[in-house]
């Protein structure tokens, strides 16, 4: 047993990194996501000031880690889901069960607005995009760029879909593949670092 604030703050005073991990997706957040269909804890960075006794300005880089489409477990608003076909195809390749449940996930569009939503309450400085290779051999790829009730998530979590195409890659060779990469960073504003392209750790592709 340790008194683990203490420990972690003398690392931080020593100069030493530290990286935590967040437990579940922005909008499960207690106070900031879709409630009531929440979790009890606070799932933000934010989270980490709280759950490990660090103050505020001793977080540096916020990593912000999403799939390439998207998923939700449970009830709540999911405004791309994609209860059809499609949904279907993106839970069988990407293999969207619990871990533990074996709880089918749902699964959908990617959603800029919930993700710049998401980005904002974290204070996110770099992306993760994983998964892209779940999107291969989808000959046209859809892509939530606003709502028509707004650019902006409402307090709701709802919205209708407006949505821009894309078109779909067969490996990380494709051009396609790099313009939807390149098209996620310019709508949200923030570099993305890393891209998976498979489930080996061999398969994760490092960008400037």
Wanted: hydrophobic fraction near 35%; proline fraction near 5%.
């Amino acid at each position: 047993m340790v008194d683990a604030e203490l420990v972690v703050n003398d690392y931080l005073q020593k100069g030493k990194k530290v990286l935590a991990e967040g437990a579940q997706g922005s909008l499960l957040d207690v106070d900031f996501g879709s409630y009531p269909f929440v979790t009890s804890s606070n799932t933000t960075s934010a989270g980490a000031c709280s759950g490990l006794g660090i103050a505020p300005q001793q977080i540096g880089e916020v990593i912000g880690i999403m799939k390439a489409y998207c998923t939700r477990v449970g009830g709540g608003p999911f405004p791309t889901e994609q209860e059809n076909e499609m949904g279907e195809l993106l839970r069988r390749k990407g293999q969207e069960f619990g871990a533990v449940s074996g709880r089918p996930r749902r699964t959908g569009w990617l959603d800029l607005p919930a993700l710049k939503y998401a980005m904002m309450l974290n204070g996110v400085t770099q992306l993760v995009i994983t998964k892209a290779d779940v999107l291969a051999g989808i000959d046209k790829l859809l892509v939530c760029t606003h709502y028509e009730e707004g650019d902006y998530l409402p307090y709701d979590h709802t919205g209708t879909p407006v949505y821009k195409e894309f078109e779909g890659w067969q490996d990380e060779q494709e051009e396609n593949l790099w313009a939807y990469v390149r098209f996620i960073e310019a709508a949200l504003g923030v570099p993305v670092k890393y891209l998976s392209v498979g489930p080996d750790r061999k398969q994760t592709i490092f960008l400037n």
